[in-house]
Structure formats: structure tokens, C-alpha cells
């Protein structure tokens, strides 16, 4: 069952667009979040992650080797300054419960990516929508959702892997230069759904 996910994350942020300028000056930290008791807090995104006991959150090791980061790459605080304000993808939180239902939080930094800042968070939904789609993907509308008093565009998509019938939950909001992404992966039948994945967002 746990490969089923692996498989799923294939499909994460395939805007995959060209690399363009540089980005300004955050602070990295800030936007990568922090991971307390249990509960995930970004306060760049105003957004947090309480879920229950059972699920496991990714440590910054592995977020790194999500993004080919070294650690060694990072080991000062200027370098990690430097590095992270570079990535065009940037995996903030990932999380998975016992089954395999799993969350990925991130940002994609805009300035990027061609025509990246041009870019809103319905655009950037749409996006996604019409190249899942053309990976078999079946898509209802997309709708603007309230997480924590900020609006998010979130497309739901199915698809058939591996014999079972997953769901996606792809969530967009704009803030600044950078796209905060919320990616939420379930099957039917064995998981929890992604509104009540969602409902653990704050």
C-alpha cells in the first residue's frame, strides 16, 4: 500500500517551468515551518497542521533529500539562507498516517519560473488541472475554500493507480512572490478523505 503514495508524489508540482531570476529576501526559516508536538506551524503562510497521533512527519533531513539538498550543503545559517532562497520548489511539511493518506505543504517560488509572478492562485490550479488531466486524472470544478480566514483554490482529482482509485486535493494560495501549495493524497475505500485532511488545517 505504502508504494502506492510513492507513486502518487510523482505528480506533485509538475510545473516544471524554465529558470528565470532570483527571488528577494525572506527569511528562509519562517517559511519553511517548524514541526512542534505533533503540529506543523508555518507563520510565512499563516497556516497550521494539527493532525492526530498517528501520523508521522517527514524530519528537515528528509525534506532536504526531497529537494537534492544536501545537508552538508546547509550546515551554516547563511548557507541554508542562500540554498533555500534558490529552490524553485520548496518542501515544507510532509506528513503520513499509519495507512498512507499524506499531506505535502510547500511553496513554489515564482520569480523562477518563466512568467511565474504573472501567475494568481486560480491560475496556478488550472495548471495543474489540465496537466494531471492529461496524466488520467478526472477533475470536477475548482472552488475557493476558507483555510484559517485565507482563501485557497483547491481541485480534487481522481485517478486509477495500481488498482486503486486515489484521490488528490490540489490547494493554491499566492502570497508575494511564492505559491503555497497543499497537496493531499488519499484512497478510496481505505483512507481517510481529503476534507477531513483538510480539517486539520488551521
Known sequence: MKKIFAVA????????????CGSKELDMNKVMGTVSDGV??????DLTFSPGSDWTFYDDSQLLE???ISESSVDTESKRQNILSRVQTLYTAMAMDEIGANIIIG???LTLSTDGTSYSAEDYASEIVA???????TFGDIVAIEIGGNTYYEAVGS????????TQAFLARR???????????????????PDDIIAMLG
Open 9 to 20: 508524489l510523482c505528480f506533485v508540482m509538475t510545473l516544471t517551468l524554465l529558470t528565470d
Open 40 to 45: 506543523y506551524t508555518n507563520e510565512y503562510a
Open 66 to 68: 526531497m529537494m537534492d
Open 159 to 166: 485517478v486509477e493507480e495500481s488498482g486503486y482509485d486515489m
Open 175 to 193: 502570497i508575494d512572490d511564492y505559491m503555497c501549495f497543499i497537496i493531499i493524497t488519499t484512497i478510496d475505500g481505505y483512507t481517510v478523505t
Open 131 to 137: 496537466q494531471c488531466t492529461e496524466s488520467g486524472y
Open 107 to 109: 511553496f513554489e517560488n
